[in-house]
């Protein structure tokens, strides 16, 4: 059923097959929650910052600033539970008796510096850095930065064109479009990772992390920092 690799001989799942086989029920059920979340939220963001660039093209400047500022909000909003999500899954990683296999970020999936530069990175390392462990923790991690930069950026570009400081107007929102690819790169990299971070979590520590997930949607609202629920090591 499963490949062999390495000298022991331990089964061992690739990145591909984890994504394509299926979690079992409770499992499948908590990824869908989870990412339903996060795509809700995302393709309000997408949608508004659509209507900014449509609006622009047909010279409405305006209305076009107003809607930039409610698509900061929601990329703000889903940037943070991706940056929470990372930050959550590094420590229940500990708990994982064998971390999934992971692939690098690929540079040719990113336009912008940020991305590329990260890319260039989580590559780099993932050749010095030998076992899973290190490599999944080193990619989840370099995700997190990657994604508060995304969002540092998308905040600063869109504050020039809302307050008319731009110098070049055109490449400001020329950014914007690149961060926003840049970003769903790191969307869908993070749906990878979740589907094979739940698959190698034992099944006692399902209900925790779930919580912890759901505690940060709450303190996300309210602005507090959550509380992960019984990862201690």
């Keep these: 059923m499963f490949r062999t690799g390495g000298k022991r001989g331990s089964p061992r799942r690739s990145v591909c097959e984890d994504w394509i086989n299926a979690l079992p029920r409770e ?4 990824f869908d929650l989870i990412v339903a979340r996060w795509e809700s939220v995302y393709a309000m963001m997408s949608v508004s910052l659509d209507n900014s660039l449509a609006l622009r093209s047909r010279g409405d400047l305006v209305c076009s600033r107003e809607q930039v500022r409610v698509t900061v909000e929601l990329f703000d909003r889903v940037a943070s539970s991706l940056i929470a999500y990372c930050q959550i899954v590094d420590v229940y990683a500990r708990l994982l008796p064998n971390c999934p ?4 970020l690929n540079t040719k999936f990113f336009r912008g510096n940020i991305g590329q530069s990260a890319a260039s990175w989580n590559n780099l ?19 997190s930065e990657t994604l508060t930069q995304l969002d540092r950026e998308f905040k600063t570009t869109a504050s020039s064109i809302c307050t008319a400081g731009a110098l070049e107007p055109a490449e400001a929102w020329n950014m914007l479009d690149c ?16 589907k094979s971070f739940l698959r190698a979590l034992p099944a006692q520590h399902l209900g925790a992390f779930g919580a912890s997930m759901d505690a940060q949607v709450s303190s ?9 629920s019984g990862a201690s090591a």
């Design 125 to 143: 390392l993932h050749r010095l850095l030998f076992g899973d462990r290190s490599r999944f923790h080193h990619k989840i991690r370099i995700m």
């Design 220 to 228: 996300r609202a309210l602005g507090v920092q959550p509380r992960l």
């Design 179 to 194: 961060i926003h690819y840049d970003f769903n790169t790191c969307l869908r990299e993070s749906e990878v990772l979740l």
């Design 27 to 30: 499992k499948s059920q908590m």
């Design 101 to 104: 296999a992971v692939q690098p």
